[in-house]
């Protein structure tokens, strides 16, 4: 695939990934001539919704993200890309996924589970290589904090 015609969108100084250019593709040899661009919103919301479905998962962002998240999702407009920041390059991608995990699952698990589903998902879908995905757990979600009740006082 020839580069010739690929422009960087944007300069990221230390960036993590090769160039600071947007994922772009020209011509094939027979195709139909022209290039796509794929946005850093389209990686993110990938990884979002892949970091969501991992077993374990309660949420991803810190306390404020989520809590900004839960009235969004009141009226109806949840955000995907929530907890999420990446850096797209050319050819490759770096995530960063902030997470709670669920009460009483494993948490290097549930962040290896993570880690593996993002950056299949990227790889798959938006054909990019993922150089690294750093998990940040901020909380444990316990059972008890979904019922808005104060626990039984242990002793009397």
């Known amino acids: 695939m020839a ?10 100084p230390g960036a993590r990934v090769d160039g600071a250019a947007k994922l772009v ?30 077993p374990g998962v309660f949420a991803l962002g810190g306390g404020g993200a989520r809590a900004l998240g839960a009235i969004r999702g009141a009226v109806g407009q949840d955000d995907m890309t929530q907890g999420v920041k990446v850096e797209v390059g050319e050819t490759q991608a770096a995530v960063d996924v902030t ?15 993570v880690r ?15 150089v ?12 008890t904090e979904d019922q808005g009740q104060p626990e039984e006082p242990r002793v009397s």
């Open 132 to 143: 690294e995905v750093n998990i940040l757990v901020t909380d444990v979600h316990l059972p």
């Open 3 to 12: 580069h010739e015609d690929i422009h960087p969108t944007s300069s990221i």
């Open 25 to 54: 593709s020209d011509h094939h040899a027979g195709e139909v001539h022209g290039k796509t661009t794929i946005a850093d919103g389209v990686v993110s919301k990938v990884a979002g919704i892949a970091a969501r479905e991992v």
């Open 99 to 113: 997470i709670v995990v669920e009460y009483p699952a494993p948490i290097q698990e549930v962040s290896d589970a």
């Open 116 to 130: 593996s589903q993002v950056t299949t998902a990227i790889t798959r879908l938006v054909g990019l290589e993922v």
